[in-house]
């Protein structure tokens, strides 16, 4: 499995069309280059509409790359697959609203005609890890904003995703709520080994929750401007200095590249 | 006892019994202003209104021109006695039903195809647009000559009426779905025509509601026309002909008729709505 689940993007752009046939296409992603490894907790930090949320969409296969390559374990990309679980910052779109808790998690299982006894053992599972044991038989409208996300992730889970994609998943969340979510999502990170992609524009976000942060410069034309190393073990205290200097670090390189 | 302490009790004494009464008027203000509410809230106020202009514009002019509603009531119990309301009723009953039925038969699987497919929605949304605008009445001597004297051109009619409101609004249903949404079951693994079976239909549940509840409307509002089509019986046959026999009691009585059953099938579909498809997300709307 050592290698199986690398990402490799190579030369990648993404451009838009321009209206005016005559002007140069509109290019959100500029040249990208990344190898996220496999396992990896990596973090796109960047401002809103910086093309970060672009890269996600390419990797998860719902959007088309101009040019260049995105690769996992060797294979090209190019729809969207069970491997990559997603988690949408919009949970009301994000899961089914006619479907209660224990259905949204088991979808996936179903639509793939997995066998039932099996499909309950794995459903049962996936709600215990993100403590929705009670809610199960809960519809959505009936669940809060972090329990939402929490079945976006369990999904995820009993999809057996190798890599989740989460695209601003907390962003909607108060600040306690959004803490505890971070704190489980390192816990599970931890347990299960899974590739974590994960788009924030928050700066304590990224250095609380990232082994890896890309940090884009502003679209159009975005690139990663700095991809900063994190081996800090986890819980992090951001009030270290440590931490603190790489947080004044990344406030700085934004202050270079957002002239307001 | 001081006579200043006396006086004092004696002080206190005289305002609660004041307060009390105070406290009786309030009550039967605030019992007052409940009843007012609820008499206006439930449409009573409304009804003993209309009620009201409808008798004193009545007494203005003669029985057969505008009768009021005392005699409209006894043009009623007339037919309701001899069997012809129920009989009719019956009648307009079922033909509403078959008509409005057929078109949410027609216009649900039309709506949800051009909803989801750019090519069906680009040859069909004209004729849509350009046919919506012409009324059901528009059609009744083609219709006649079409599908006969029979039951099939009233049903027909009925259903061309309700085919409109069902499908634009499953065709809204369907556009309205958010791409998320569809990604969501396309990162699980779904098919197209998975996606089309478990996320689309459900999806668009409430709208189609919306739409088979405004045909419904639609197919009741028509059955005047559909019974002018050669009908021998009907609620719109008793409105359409009792003029030739100068009861215009009973046109009151086929209008009162008429708007009353739209009122409790509409009332009946909402029920239906609000709790076999509470979970589709089809609440009580405005």
Redesign the interface.
């Known amino acids: 499995m050592s290698e199986s689940g690398d990402i490799h993007i190579d030369h990648l752009y993404k451009s838009y069309s321009s209206l005016n046939m005559e002007k140069e296409p509109v290019y959100v992603l500029n040249d990208i280059n990344l190898d996220i490894k496999d396992g990896e907790f990596h973090v796109f930090l960047g401002w809103s509409g910086c093309g970060k949320s672009t890269i996600l969409n390419i990797i998860a296969g719902f959007v088309e790359k101009t040019q260049g390559s995105v690769q996992i374990g060797g294979n090209e990309i190019y729809k969207p697959g069970v491997d990559r679980g997603v988690v949408f910052q919009n949970a009301d779109s994000a899961i089914f609203s006619w479907l209660n808790v224990w259905d949204n998690i088991e979808y996936g299982l179903r639509i793939r005609k997995s066998p039932k006894p099996e499909r309950s053992e794995v459903v049962r599972r996936c709600i215990h890890l993100v403590q929705l044991d009670s809610h199960e038989k809960k519809y959505p409208h009936e669940l809060s904003g972090g329990m939402k996300q929490r079945v976006q992730i369990a999904r995820s889970i009993a999809n057996n995703s190798h890599i989740l994609i989460m695209d601003e998943p907390f962003g909607a969340l108060d600040s306690q709520t959004r803490r505890i979510m971070q704190n489980e999502l390192i816990q599970l990170w931890r347990d299960t080994g899974k590739t974590i992609l994960f788009v924030t524009h928050d700066i304590q976000e990224a250095v609380y929750l990232g082994e890896k942060i890309s940090v884009f410069s502003r679209a159009p034309d975005a690139k990663i401007i700095r991809t900063i190393d994190l081996p800090q073990p986890h819980p992090r205290d951001l009030t270290l200095p440590s931490f603190k200097t790489i947080i004044q670090d990344i406030q700085d390189l934004f202050a270079e590249e957002y002239v307001i | 006892m001081t006579d200043s302490r006396r006086r004092y009790i004696f002080a206190a004494h005289e305002t609660q019994s004041e307060s009390e009464m105070n406290c009786t008027v309030k009550k039967i203000k605030s019992l007052l202003k409940n009843g007012w509410e609820f008499l206006l809230a439930n449409g009573f106020i409304t009804w003993g209104l209309l009620l009201l202009i409808w008798q004193l514009g009545s007494l203005t002019t003669n029985a057969q021109f505008l009768p009021g509603p005392i005699a409209a009531i006894k043009g009623g119990i007339e037919i309701v006695q001899n069997g012809l309301l129920l009989d009719y009723l019956g009648i307009s009953f079922l033909r509403v039903l078959r008509g409005w039925l057929l078109g949410i038969a027609i216009a649900v699987p039309i709506g949800l195809a051009v909803g989801q497919f750019r090519t069906f929605r680009l040859i069909f949304e004209p004729f849509v647009n350009f046919f919506r605008f012409v009324p059901a009445i528009g059609f009744i001597t083609l219709f006649l000559m079409w599908f006969g004297i029979g039951e099939s051109s009233k049903v027909a009619l009925i259903t061309y009426a309700a085919i409109f409101p069902v499908s634009i609004n499953t065709i809204a249903g369907v556009m309205s779905i958010?791409p998320?949404?569809i990604?969501?079951?396309?990162?699980?693994?779904?098919s197209p025509f998975?996606i089309f079976c478990?996320?689309t239909i459900?999806?668009s549940?409430p709208q189609i509601f919306t739409g088979i509840r405004l045909g419904l409307g639609g197919s009741i509002v028509s059955i005047v026309g559909a019974e002018m089509l050669a009908a021998q019986k009907g609620i719109g046959y008793l409105i359409y002909t009792s003029r030739l026999y100068y009861r215009t009691d009973w046109i009151f009585t086929g209008i009162f008729i008429l708007g009353l059953s739209g009122f409790l099938a509409d009332r009946l579909l909402r029920l239906f709505g609000r709790t076999a498809l509470k979970?589709?997300?089809v609440r009580e709307s405005k």
């Not at chain 2, 990604?183 to 779904?190: E, L, P, R, Y």
């Open positions: 958010s998320i949404t990604q969501v079951a396309q990162s699980q693994g779904a998975q478990t996320v459900p999806a549940v979970r589709f997300g």
